[in-house]
């Protein structure tokens, strides 16, 4: 897996800074009693045209016949607590390669309960996990890369830790001394009680069912997320001498490369490390930043278009522009004729220091979905992805002359202004940063005189930003002969 391919030279908006002030540090149904996940503000952006909102007018601003393109990646407890020697750190599990291998981030813990940046490395290099397990450095993701680097995660070490710590399902997560009954002695990398001051496993427990999925799986989507499993990749995943894999890039018209789909070595058809899984579900916390307030149950970093998939694979960090979305609220938009075609795009650790583009990420856009998509770009509706994540999956998935293939594999596109997009019409994400590549793809769906104009009102009316904060809404500018409803045009 290398870095991801075609940044653009070209240089996002970044004639302004966000306050401290505007860093949303808790979510929004912690601001206030009686407030919902929905109580957020909506910025909407029609050209250079801006309009103030709260999220709950969504399903008003849309028109029967638009569709919402949604991420089903649940969000992992993915920071995990762990030593190198004597010195406690934080490891981010970024993303699982085909390998079996995980590109990792370490982190220093603060005295606030969140981390600071570190290098990581060097190779050979071991962290200790709770559980016994082991973490092995293997070789940074990319030449030059001193952040997210390949680990492959062992057993324990000594001869009677396999049985005394079952690395499968339920593991043995005391961090005492010897075992006294036994007289045996700790095993050989297991973490003290210092290495593993995460949060309760109860509290994890409690928040990872999440908002209810099932009135989203009963009525607001024509296209069956266990299409994935039909969808045709149109990319090799194999290895290459380094560990990487390019899928053939045909240019377009205007020179642009075809994103290549890229992995790491898939020599080792290894399962999921189901002992890591299991470590993660019991003494994993969710990623969290410095801005934010307090640790929160995984639940808070729930969407409700969230599903478990199989193989336990899922995001890092949450596809946080769907967050606002209740069942409520999904049901509201389906009753006035919004459609919904959920795809899946795996999301691996942002950089908060860096601002690096995204790495190659796994993605699936299932047959079904690809059906609808072509199907409302056939007819009048618009394609409004909700979230940076269902732009690459579905750009990823369109071919040069704008149809979109069911497709699965790794993504390393970067959609820049001069890539362009082929089938977003639309975008609803949250506010990102000046130093964002994000905001080079939100260029390419609107120009750069509308985001620029978007995110001055934002900051002249106090919006918040981050993962907790609100939401801009993209939309098409509307030509003087476009009707104007209060409501869905039907």
Partial sequence: MTPATGVSSREPVRAWKVPEELSARVPAEQRGAGRGRDDVRLL?????????????????????????????SETLAAAVDGRIGHARVVVHFSTRGDDGRWAVELRDPDERGTTRARAGGPAGSEVRLPGGLRLVMEEPLSPGSGRLWWARVGGPLGSGCADRHQAVGALDLSVDGPDT???AEPCAGGADAEGVTGASADAVAEGTTGASTGAVAEGTTGASTGAVAEGTTGASTGASAKGTTEASASADAGGTAEPSVAGPDSGSAAGPDSGLLGLMRERGRPIRYSYTERDQPLSVYQTV?????????????????????????????????VQIAPISLHTGVASAEAHEPPYPERFAVPEASARLINAVKAGDGRVVAVGTTAVRAVESATDADG???????????VVTPERGVRVVDGLLTGLHEPEASHLLMLEAVAGRAAISRSYDEALRGLYLWHEFGDVHLILPAESPHTERCSSNCW
């Fill in 181 to 183: 009954e036994s007289g």
């Fill in 305 to 337: 278009f969230a599903l478990p998939s199989a193989d336990g694979a899922g995001s890092a960090e949450m596809p946080s522009a769907a967050r606002p979305f209740t069942v409520g609220l999904v049901t509201e938009l389906v009753s006035r004729g």
């Fill in 44 to 72: 909407v952006s029609r050209g250079t045209e801006v309009s103030h909102h709260t999220f709950r007018e969504l399903p008003r601003l849309l028109r029967a016949g638009d569709l919402l393109v949604v991420n089903t």
């Fill in 403 to 413: 149809v979109v293939r069911a497709r699965e594999g790794w993504t390393d596109l």
